[in-house]
């Protein structure tokens, strides 16, 4: 559709960017914090560990400042499960409801509205060492988990996401540093998607409980959503496509709105022999969470095309290429697109598709909570970051989210990965996301001081002008 005028940006539209506490704060074993998954995990060769990140936990107030005199409106950020509770059940953690409650109140001091992702890829070790999402109780821990912060900081926090990319936990875990197979598995798919069904039970009672305890709260989930193409206009690709869309989306959001599963996934289980056991109760539940909008993560689409069965598919999958699954899509390379120098397609047009199509499968309100381009940012003799190819990357997929209000889509607010540099999921320090550049390398802690990168400037003049001047 071809636009005579475009719509404007709502009035009070949540302009902010995200973190994740894993991958940012640092001080992961101190102040009475516990390990998670991640922090007993191999590190991936030549890559940081998650020692000190970016030391948010240090550094919070300055760079909530820094935040503020971008005019964010709203920042994203994630609980660490056991900086609050160590063992991920029992004793609270008294520093970490104290960091939580600054960090919250810092947010506030400045008017930018907290939005607070619950779990963001770090289950508690002490809990996988109890089998993880795997054990049927992970339910009941996360629910306590969620009861615990809405106790706490329900009072002042009004924006809830319960899962970060719960379809990437379940697609690509491994790469993650989150799968957990417990011994003797001897069907490892019908077991990732137990482990999947449990999160979906404890999501949705995480939302309905969340709508009893705070009244006046809006939460929703946070899955990567992004359309799947198919490879050309043969019938059998659109088909693949189609295939592929339930598995890596719909399969999330149609659980998340409307409490049943997808039907093509359903049926691509059962062929595996991978169908989840539902619990008594599970039916009731999964209907019960009513979201009141869509949180989701966009980076790129990717494309598929039939696979008849006899295929081996191999090679690389992360959250970004898809490789396939064997008898249900292939997937293969865009050629229509460009992409980033760690190899992730960039497609914004897509970004567009995207949320039309979700809007009209769910009719909720949406919000971007990540977007961004991944590069090796290089700090200049007189402490400037020249990052033309972020803005020019996020200009034109804010230009996507304004064609998309201006296509009737109901957009919240746009928060791109990530406020601040901090360490990728398996790609190290030198894989930089940040308007805000932290001095440090890889191995080499350095300073940790912060800069402003031409972003920074950048995304400022968007925000202050509502987004009508995305000229650099
Ligand atoms: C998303 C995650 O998958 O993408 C983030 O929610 C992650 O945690 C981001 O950092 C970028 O991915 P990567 O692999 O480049 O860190």
Same mark, same amino acid.
């Given at each position: 559709?071809?636009?005579?005028?475009?719509?404007?940006? !709502?009035?009070?539209?949540?302009?902010?960017?995200?973190?994740?506490?894993?991958?940012?704060?640092?001080?992961?074993? %101190?102040?009475?914090? &516990?390990?998670?998954?991640?922090?007993?995990?191999?590190?991936?060769?030549?890559?940081?560990?998650?020692?000190?990140?970016?030391?948010?936990?240090?550094?919070?107030?300055?760079? %909530?400042?820094?935040?503020?005199?971008? &005019?964010?409106?709203?920042? +994203?950020?994630?609980?660490?499960?056991?900086?609050?509770?160590?063992?991920?059940? &029992?004793? %609270?953690?008294?520093?970490?409801?104290?960091?939580?409650?600054?960090?919250?109140?810092?947010?506030?001091?400045?008017?930018?509205?907290?939005? $607070?992702?619950?779990?963001?890829?770090?289950? !508690?070790?002490? /809990?996988?060492?109890? &089998?993880s999402w795997s054990n049927p109780e992970s339910v009941d821990w996360f629910?306590?988990?969620?009861? $615990?912060?809405?106790?706490?900081?329900?009072?002042?926090v009004k924006y809830w996401l319960t899962i970060n990319e719960q379809n990437m936990l379940t697609l690509v875990g491994p790469v993650i540093g989150t799968l957990h197979v417990p011994d003797g598995c001897t069907n490892l798919m019908k077991e990732i998607y137990q482990q999947n069904h449990h999160m979906l039970v404890a999501q949705a009672k995480a939302m309905a409980l969340c709508h009893e305890m705070i009244p006046g709260a809006k939460i929703g989930p946070a899955p990567n959503i992004s359309l799947v193409y198919s490879a050309s206009c043969k019938p059998e690709d659109t088909l693949a496509a189609q295939n592929?869309?339930? /598995? +890596?989306?719909?399969?999330?959001?149609?659980?998340?709105?409307?409490? $049943?599963?997808?039907?093509? $996934?359903?049926?691509? /289980?059962?062929?595996?022999?991978?169908?989840?056991?539902?619990?008594?109760g599970d039916e009731e539940a999964l209907k019960s969470g009513h979201p009141d909008f869509i949180g989701f993560n966009y980076y790129n689409t990717s494309t598929v095309k039939w696979t008849d069965g006899n295929t081996q598919l191999t090679g690389n999958q992360d959250q970004q290429t898809t490789r396939g699954e064997t008898g249900f899509f292939e997937g293969v390379d865009n050629p229509n697109l460009l992409k980033t120098e760690f190899g992730w397609e960039i497609d914004p047009m897509g970004f567009r598709a995207t949320v039309r199509e979700m809007y009209s499968r769910y009719r909720l309100p949406m919000i971007v909570t990540e977007n961004g381009l991944g590069a090796y940012d290089k700090l200049t003799e007189d402490g400037k970051v020249h990052d033309n190819y972020r803005i020019e990357y996020l200009r034109k997929h804010i230009e996507q989210v304004q064609l998309a209000i201006s296509d009737g889509c109901e957009m919240m607010g746009y928060c791109p990965w990530s406020a601040i540099d901090l360490i990728s999921t398996h790609e190290g320090m030198v894989k930089r996301y940040g308007f805000i550049f932290v001095d440090r390398?890889?191995?080499? /802690?350095?300073?940790?001081?912060?800069? +402003?990168?031409?972003?920074?400037?950048?995304?400022?003049?968007?925000?202050?002008?509502?987004?009508?001047?995305?000229?650099?």
């Open positions: 559709m071809i636009h005579k005028q475009l719509k404007d940006f !709502p009035k009070d539209f949540l302009w902010g960017a995200s973190t994740s506490a894993y991958q940012v704060e640092g001080a992961n074993l %101190i102040d009475g914090k &516990g390990p998670s998954c991640q922090d007993v995990k191999e590190i991936p060769e030549g890559t940081s560990d998650l020692t000190v990140c970016a030391d948010h936990y240090h550094h919070y107030a300055q760079d %909530i400042a820094l935040m503020a005199e971008m &005019g964010f409106k709203t920042y +994203r950020f994630s609980i660490a499960w056991t900086r609050l509770i160590p063992e991920g059940t &029992g004793a %609270i953690n008294p520093l970490g409801v104290e960091f939580y409650n600054n960090l919250i109140n810092e947010c506030l001091k400045h008017n930018i509205e907290p939005l $607070v992702t619950m779990f963001h890829f770090d289950m !508690p070790a002490a /809990l996988d060492n109890r &089998g629910v306590n988990f969620a009861k $615990v912060m809405y106790e706490n900081f329900g009072d002042r592929a869309n339930a /598995l +890596r989306s719909w399969l999330y959001l149609d659980m998340a709105v409307y409490g $049943v599963y997808n039907n093509l $996934v359903w049926s691509f /289980l059962e062929e595996n022999d991978a169908c989840p056991t539902f619990a008594p390398e890889e191995f080499d /802690l350095k300073t940790l001081k912060r800069y +402003r990168k031409d972003s920074f400037y950048w995304y400022k003049k968007v925000i202050a002008t509502n987004g009508n001047d995305l000229t650099d």
